[in-house]
C-alpha cells in the first residue's frame, strides 16, 4: 500500500541518527528528507551518512532527499570563566577583537562589526531571549557598554539576537562559503540559508552554486528575521522554498505574533507555488519522553492544516533517544488530520500570463477535476520538475504521481507535500506512456478497477516540451 501521509517530514542528522538501521527505521516510520545542520557538523561524519541514506534509497526504493542547512550570520558570546550570572541594573561590556574568557564585567562577542553597527537604546538578546540587555553606549571601535534588563545564568557560546539592529554582516559567512561549496560537492538536493534578509542574500548564494555545480540545488529561505517578514514579496522571488524558523523568529519578533507570521509564510508560500517547512520544538519534549505533550501534538497538527508541505524534527531526531519514535508519533498526527475538510486551500487560477501560463493552467484545472470527479491520482511526466511544484500548491485530494528520467528530481520532489517520483525513461508514443505509467500506479496500490487517473503530459511527448495536454482514464483492469 501506497505511504498514505501527503504531508512530508524532515528529520536532522545528527549523533542520535548515526547508524544506517536507525535511518531505516525513520524511513520505514515517515521521514522524506534528511537535514545536515552545518552549525554542528563534521564532514566525514556527513559523507558517511550522506552515502548510507544513498544506500537506503537504492536497496529499498527510498527517495530520502538531502537538505544541507547553512549556518548564515549567527552571532555568539564566547567562552565564559566558570559560573557567571548576571543581575537587573548590571553594566557588562561586548568586546570585539581577540578572543578571551568572558567574566560578569566582560564578555566576547563573535560579530566584528557589532561596535559600528550598535546604537543606544537597542537590545541585545542572548540564549533564546532569556537574558536582555539595552545597549549604553558604544566606542564604535571594539567595545559596547550594556545594561542588564533581565538577568540569569550567562553561559558559554550562547546565540545573540540584535532585533532592532541593521546589522552590515553579510548573509553568507566565510564558514558558509565553505560548507556550501562541500554540500555541493556532495550533491545534495537542496540548500537552506538561515537568517535571510534580503533577495540579495539568496542571489549571492545562487551564484556560488552556478559558480560550483552544473546542475541546479534550490535554495530554501529560512524566516527568522523582522526584515525577512517585510521583504518577504522579494525573497519569494528569488527562492525554491520557504522555513518558518520559530525559535529564532520567535526571539527577534515577540513571540505572540509568530502565529500569525507562520500562517501568513505558508500562504504566501502557496500563492508563489514553492513549499513551506514549519520548524523548530515540534515534538522538543520528545528529546527525552516517550509521549510529546498535548500542546506539540496541537503545533504539528495546526501546521498541517495550515497548509504547510512538511514539519520538521531538530534536537528530537539528532541529539533525541527516540529519534524512530518522534517519526511514528509525528506521523500519525499527520495522517490523522491532514485529510480534515476544515483545511481550506486558497484556489485562485492563474491569472498571470507567463510564457507558463499554460502549463499553470492545466495543472490548476486537473487539481480541481481531480477532486470533482474523485480521482485517486494525477500523474505527470516532467523533466525539471515544474509541474509537481505546481499541482502540489494546489493540494488536490489525489496523490501526485511524477515520472522522470531525470534522477537528480526523485529525490529533491520527496520534500513536496503529496508527490512520489517514479524513474521512468521510455518516451515512446502518449497512449502507451500513459498506459505505461497507469500500470505503475496499479502495481503500486495507488488505484484500483474503477478508480480514475488524470494524466499530464507534453505533446509531442517525444519532445519533453511543457505540459499542453490533460487526459482521464478509468482504470478497467489491474492484472497486468
Not at 562559503?177 to 538561515?194: G, K, N
Not at 519578533?253 to 501568513?264: T, W
Amino acid at each position: 500500500m501506497p505511504e498514505q501521509k501527503k504531508t512530508k517530514i524532515v528529520a536532522t542528522l545528527g549523533p542520535a541518527t548515526s547508524s544506517k538501521e536507525t535511518l531505516k527505521q525513520m524511513l520505514d516510520e515517515g521521514a522524506n528528507v534528511f537535514r545536515i545542520n552545518f552549525s554542528h557538523a563534521d564532514y566525514d561524519a556527513v559523507k558517511e551518512r550522506i552515502k548510507m541514506i544513498r544506500e537506503l534509497n537504492d536497496e529499498y526504493g527510498y527517495n530520502a532527499a538531502i537538505l544541507a542547512d547553512l549556518q548564515g550570520p549567527k552571532l555568539r558570546v564566547g567562552i565564559m570563566k566558570g559560573e557567571v550570572i548576571v543581575n537587573e541594573g548590571d553594566e557588562i561590556i561586548f568586546a570585539t577583537g581577540k578572543r578571551f574568557e568572558g567574566t560578569k564585567e566582560r564578555v566576547y562577542m563573535t560579530y566584528d562589526n557589532f561596535p559600528q553597527d550598535a546604537k543606544p537604546g537597542e537590545k541585545i538578546l542572548l540564549d533564546d531571549g532569556k537574558l536582555i540587555f539595552e545597549v549604553v553606549s558604544t566606542d564604535k571601535k571594539s567595545e559596547v557598554k550594556a545594561r542588564v534588563i533581565q538577568g540569569g545564568p550567562l553561559r558559554s557560546k550562547k546565540g545573540v539576537n540584535l532585533p532592532n539592529t541593521n546589522i552590515s554582516q553579510p548573509a553568507l559567512t566565510e564558514k558558509d562559503i565553505e560548507d556550501a561549496i562541500f554540500a555541493i560537492s556532495q550533491d545534495v538536493d537542496w540548500m537552506a540559508l538561515s537568517f535571510v534578509r534580503h533577495a540579495e542574500d539568496l542571489m549571492e548564494l545562487e551564484a556560488l552554486i552556478s559558480e560550483h555545480s552544473e546542475h541546479k540545488i534550490p535554495i530554501i529561505a529560512k524566516i527568522e528575521k523582522p526584515e525577512a517578514v517585510e521583504n518577504i514579496d522579494k525573497i519569494v522571488a528569488y527562492c525554491d522554498g520557504l522555513m518558518v524558523a520559530r525559535g529564532d523568529l520567535g526571539v527577534e519578533i515577540p513571540a505572540q505574533e509568530v502565529p500569525l507570521v507562520q500562517k501568513q509564510l505558508v500562504l504566501r508560500a502557496k500563492k508563489a507555488r514553492i513549499p513551506v517547512i514549519i520548524a523548530t520544538q515540534m515534538m522538543e519534549t520528545m528529546i527525552s519522553s516517550l509521549t510529546p505533550t498535548r500542546a506539540e501534538v496541537n503545533d504539528v497538527a495546526n501546521s498541517v492544516m495550515d497548509g504547510a508541505d512538511a514539519v520538521m524534527l531538530s534536537g528530537e531526531t539528532s541529539v533525541g533517544q527516540f529519534p524512530v519514535q518522534v517519526i511514528r508519533q509525528m506521523s500519525n498526527i499527520i495522517k490523522s488530520v491532514e485529510d480534515s475538510h476544515l483545511i481550506q486551500v486558497p484556489q485562485s487560477p492563474p491569472h498571470i500570463r507567463t510564457k507558463r501560463y499554460i502549463t499553470k493552467s492545466v495543472c490548476y484545472h486537473a487539481a480541481n477535476m481531480a477532486n470533482e470527479i474523485d480521482a485517486k491520482v494525477i500523474s505527470t511526466l516532467t523533466n525539471s520538475g515544474y509541474t509537481a511544484f505546481q499541482i502540489s500548491a494546489w493540494r488536490p485530494k489525489a496523490h501526485i504521481l511524477v515520472f522522470t528520467s531525470n534522477k537528480r528530481i526523485l529525490t529533491q520532489l520527496n520534500l513536496l507535500w503529496g508527490v512520489r517520483a517514479f524513474y521512468y525513461d521510455k518516451y515512446v508514443s502518449t497512449d502507451e506512456t500513459i498506459e505505461d505509467v497507469n500500470k505503475i500506479a496499479c502495481k503500486e496500490s495507488f488505484v484500483e478497477v474503477g478508480d480514475m487517473i488524470i494524466s499530464l503530459a507534453a505533446m509531442p511527448i517525444q519532445e519533453k516540451g511543457m505540459v499542453n495536454t490533460l487526459r482521464v482514464t478509468e482504470i478497467t483492469s489491474c492484472s497486468f
